[in-house]
């Protein structure tokens, strides 16, 4: 008899469980429609929900129509740049689709660094539609198809300027005082990571290792390079860090570890990060060889920990000038909306427990060079000078 009572009770809530669970969806996609008791049981941050209304509000009434998903990510753009800290951004879905991808793109084939008035030419790659149309290191962009990139972050900025092969893209160039306008065709750049040759300095052979990106795995390349200018008959290396602005802590780790038998290499701590020590891996090249690091203002943040560790651990001179002080680290995190944030995590620290930035707020110290280069370091003057005081170096 008490199983015969409980059957209508069954009936009754396998009828509403339907109801009930399509009311549930409702209100969890509609928070604000909830009376206020509930919403404020059911809705665990009140400031996120004000976010939701007032995009909510934006799209149904503004008096021209706009997608929810500009507003989300416009938002995200906002919070992103409420923390003032340079390094850290919104990446759109668009954005985060080219984040990361390896060294061949179209475009006109230069390295550029963000600066006040649109973009600093710091690298024309050899044989490139840039190089052809006569671009040139520490030329500003200023205005891509007559926008102007003022204001624009370096991302956006790019953007403008590569796209597909065979289309052509219109530049407005500032040096000093003199303007011009040139129109470049894009085409497919592929750029090396590691590239080596052999120079002579006061009648002694020495090998130029440069190095632009601390991708994956780049540590292998390196130390090709570096034995195959010493089979060669290298009595010592440069290694160029010019215009590199990082890439992974590991990769700076391995990439020091080549010069370096044992040792502190860096030392890295966040609020939500655990304290890591990264030492030499104790797998350095066994041959001894004198060694020098080639820097500028756009050495940065991986290049920066491995010229910082050769440095304080005695093993080079480092020549050319102030690094760019980065100092902190970031991590890349999905986003539903096919974004991306990336965000300062922690700080990382040299041997000596130095660290070279400003937090992402302010300019950072960065590496005080042994050897300063007043003047052309990122040119062949910055190469003449390494070499010649490595030369020195070597009996």
Same mark, same amino acid.
């Given at each position: 008899?008490?199983?015969?009572?409980? @059957?209508?009770?069954?009936?009754?809530?396998?009828?509403?469980?339907?109801?009930? #669970?399509?009311?549930?969806?409702?209100?969890?996609g509609?928070?604000?429609?909830?009376?206020?008791?509930?919403?404020?049981?059911?809705?665990?941050?009140?400031? /996120?929900?004000?976010?939701?209304?007032?995009?909510?509000?934006?799209?149904?009434? =503004?008096y021209?129509?706009?997608? @929810?998903?500009?507003?989300?990510?416009?938002?995200?753009?906002?919070?992103?740049?409420?923390?003032?800290?340079?390094?850290?951004?919104?990446?759109?879905?668009?954005? =985060?689709?080219?984040?990361?991808?390896?060294?061949?793109?179209?475009?006109?084939?230069?390295?550029?660094?963000?600066?006040?008035?649109?973009?600093?030419?710091?690298?024309?790659?050899?044989?490139?539609?840039?190089?052809?149309?006569?671009?040139?290191?520490?030329?500003?962009?200023?205005?891509?198809?007559?926008?102007?990139?003022?204001?624009?972050?370096?991302?956006?900025?790019?953007? #403008?300027?590569?796209?597909?092969?065979?289309?052509?893209?219109?530049?407005?160039?500032?040096?000093?005082?003199?303007?011009?306008?040139?129109?470049?065709?894009?085409?497919?750049?592929?750029?090396?990571?590691v590239?080596?040759?052999?120079?002579?300095?006061?009648?002694?052979?020495?090998?130029?290792?440069?190095?632009?990106?601390?991708?994956?795995?780049?540590?292998l390349?390196?130390?090709?390079?570096?034995?195959?200018?010493?089979?060669a008959g290298?009595?010592?290396?440069?290694?160029?860090?010019r215009?590199?602005?990082?890439?992974?802590?590991?990769?700076?780790?391995?990439?020091?570890?080549?010069?370096?038998? @044992?040792?502190?290499?860096?030392?890295?701590?966040?609020?939500? @990060?655990?304290?890591?020590?990264?030492?030499?891996?104790?797998? $350095?090249?066994?041959?001894?060889?004198?060694?020098?690091?080639? +820097?500028?203002?756009?050495?940065? $943040?991986?290049?920066?920990? +491995?010229?910082?560790?050769?440095?304080?651990?005695?093993?080079?001179?480092? +020549?050319? /000038?102030?690094?760019?002080?980065?100092?902190?680290?970031?991590?890349?995190?999905?986003?539903?909306?096919?974004?991306?944030?990336?965000? /300062?995590?922690?700080?990382?620290?040299?041997?000596?427990?130095?660290n070279?930035?400003?937090?992402?707020?302010?300019?950072?110290?960065?590496?005080?060079?042994?050897?300063?280069?007043?003047?052309?370091?990122?040119?062949?003057?910055?190469?003449?000078?390494?070499?010649?005081?490595?030369?020195?170096?070597?009996?």
């Open positions: 008899m008490p199983s015969l009572r409980r @059957q209508p009770l069954t009936a009754l809530l396998a009828l509403l469980a339907p109801f009930l #669970l399509l009311l549930g969806i409702w209100f969890g509609h928070p604000r429609e909830l009376p206020g008791f509930m919403r404020r049981i059911f809705v665990a941050h009140h400031e /996120t929900e004000v976010v939701d209304v007032a995009i909510d509000r934006i799209t149904h009434g =503004y021209r129509r706009v997608s @929810q998903s500009e507003l989300a990510g416009a938002a995200i753009a906002g919070a992103v740049s409420s923390l003032h800290d340079r390094f850290s951004n919104y990446l759109t879905p668009s954005e =985060y689709s080219h984040f990361g991808l390896d060294h061949s793109f179209s475009g006109i084939g230069v390295e550029v660094a963000e600066d006040r008035r649109g973009l600093r030419i710091v690298q024309v790659f050899d044989s490139s539609p840039a190089a052809r149309a006569g671009l040139r290191t520490g030329e500003e962009i200023i205005a891509v198809n007559a926008r102007k990139l003022e204001g624009l972050k370096r991302g956006a900025a790019t953007s #403008l300027i590569t796209g597909p092969p065979g289309t052509n893209v219109s530049l407005t160039l500032l040096r000093g005082r003199h303007r011009r306008t040139v129109t470049i065709t894009r085409a497919t750049i592929s750029t090396p990571v590239a080596s040759k052999m120079e002579t300095a006061d009648g002694k052979k020495l090998g130029v290792v440069a190095l632009s990106t601390f991708s994956s795995g780049v540590h390349e390196v130390r090709a390079a570096v034995e195959h200018e010493l089979r290298a009595r010592g290396i440069v290694l160029d860090l215009h590199n602005g990082g890439g992974l802590v590991n990769e700076a780790q391995l990439v020091a570890s080549i010069f370096i038998k @044992q040792g502190l290499i860096v030392t890295t701590r966040g609020r939500s @990060q655990p304290t890591i020590t990264l030492r030499a891996t104790g797998e $350095s090249i066994a041959k001894p060889f004198a060694l020098a690091v080639l +820097v500028d203002r756009d050495t940065a $943040s991986a290049s920066e920990i +491995v010229s910082a560790a050769l440095q304080d651990n005695h093993r080079a001179i480092i +020549v050319g /000038t102030h690094t760019f002080g980065k100092g902190v680290f970031q991590e890349v995190e999905e986003l539903p909306n096919g974004g991306a944030l990336v965000i /300062t995590v922690g700080e990382y620290f040299t041997p000596d427990g130095r070279l930035g400003g937090g992402g707020v302010s300019e950072g110290a960065g590496i005080t060079p042994n050897v300063y280069v007043a003047k052309g370091v990122d040119g062949a003057a910055g190469l003449r000078v390494a070499l010649g005081r490595l030369a020195r170096e070597l009996k």
